[in-house]
């Protein structure tokens, strides 16, 4: 009777052991399923010679980013978000060259993003904190372009903003937001990427199935006003054709100009694309580097794209033909075009 009774008490220990163990992997699977916590990033490098000129000085387009010539460092971008059931947060932190062209600033880390949001409903969401422009096609972050470089309708826009927006969805293919923010990432009295005190810029944007008008305006800055249009569309299975016009003014000085982007996929790990871009300076804005009024500039820009799991290879070459001299060739004359070879590297995580 008494080894009954033991047998009985061990078996129903078993039992419960098992049950336990069971509510274990289900509460481990549940919690794994949210992952509220994500961290995620990019690191890139490149090597980039000019074919038209000498490498000494490191001459270079007059667009935003891989402006070194031999060896150089892009950027580490690490991103932490967190995604409740209504608000959430992101934290974009950048490291190196890229980050510093990118944010300013003159230390060794740059915020990026540092941003929260609710979700109202199921169609409205409030943001606040610094997020990335929402003018032109291209971004900071070199794996979501498809070049390696950049055009020069991104790198005169504004790169990020300060301040508040709401995203609405009207229906299953229009989109609405609208901000309120800083007046920030131009060149004011000297002062770069800074804050001008007391002043503020609105921005819009309508967005209907992938193609969107944006418009930005401020009144008191170097950019004023932008209107912007940026878009796309599926020919096929394997050709993209990317599309950006952008006309931007403050009392007589600005930039306009419009690019295409033809991508083509050969296969599964590789594509092709071609950049064209026309970009007309209105006055002394003084962005191509020709010193004269009213320049323009042609680039064309082909980057191939080889994926290996999450590395990119880019190899890129660019042709940069401007209205006026803003370039030197290799005897060492004023030159108005500029060719130049890169090869990029970029890892995701």
């Given amino acids: 009777m008494k080894t009954f009774t033991t047998k009985k008490y061990i078996k129903n220990i078993f039992f419960l052991a098992l049950a336990l163990a069971g ?28 074919l038209s000129s000498s490498d000494v000085g490191s001459q270079a387009p007059g667009s935003s980013f891989a402006n070194e010539t031999g060896f150089a460092l892009g950027m580490a971008n690490v991103i932490a ?25 003159d ?10 949001y609710w979700n109202v409903s199921e169609g409205t969401t409030l943001t606040a904190g610094r997020f990335n422009t929402y003018l032109g096609y291209e971004v900071i972050s070199p794996s979501a372009n498809f070049n390696y470089s950049t055009s020069y309708l991104f790198s005169y826009g504004p ?64 950019l004023g006003f932008e209107i912007d249009y940026t878009g796309g569309f599926d020919l096929s299975d394997t050709f993209f054709l990317g599309l950006n016009a952008a006309y931007q003014d403050n009392d007589g000085v600005g930039f306009f100009g419009a690019a295409i982007y033809p991508q083509v996929a050969t296969s599964d790990s590789f594509s092709l694309g071609l ?12 962005a191509i580097g020709t010193g004269v009024e009213d320049s323009s500039v042609f680039a064309a820009t082909l980057t191939g794209s080889y994926t290996v799991e999450n590395l990119i290879i880019k190899p890129e070459l660019r042709l940069d033909s ?28």
């Fill in 81 to 105: 978000s967190y995604e409740g059931e209504t608000t959430g947060a992101v934290a974009d932190l950048a490291f190196g060259p890229r980050g510093l062209d990118a944010v300013g600033g």
């Fill in 275 to 286: 950049r064209g871009e026309y970009f007309a300076e209105s006055g002394d804005y003084g």
């Fill in 159 to 222: 790169f990020s903003h300060v301040g508040v927006k709401a995203d609405f969805a009207l229906s299953e293919d229009f989109s609405l937001m609208v901000a309120l923010m800083n007046v920030t990432d131009e060149n004011f009295n000297g002062t770069a990427f800074g804050t001008i005190p007391g002043a503020y810029a609105v921005g819009a944007q309508l967005g209907y199935s992938g193609q969107y008008l944006n418009f930005y305006y401020d009144g008191t800055a170097k």
């Fill in 107 to 116: 230390t060794g880390i740059f915020v990026n993003q540092l941003y929260a």
């Fill in 23 to 50: 509510t274990t992997v289900v509460a481990q699977e549940e919690e794994e399923e949210k992952k509220p916590l994500s961290i995620s990033g990019t690191v890139d490098t490149y090597f980039r010679t000019n």
């Fill in 322 to 349: 401007t209205s006026d001299d803003a370039f030197f060739d290799n005897d060492g004359a004023a030159s108005s075009s500029l060719s130049s070879f890169l090869i990029a590297a970029i890892y995701s995580f």
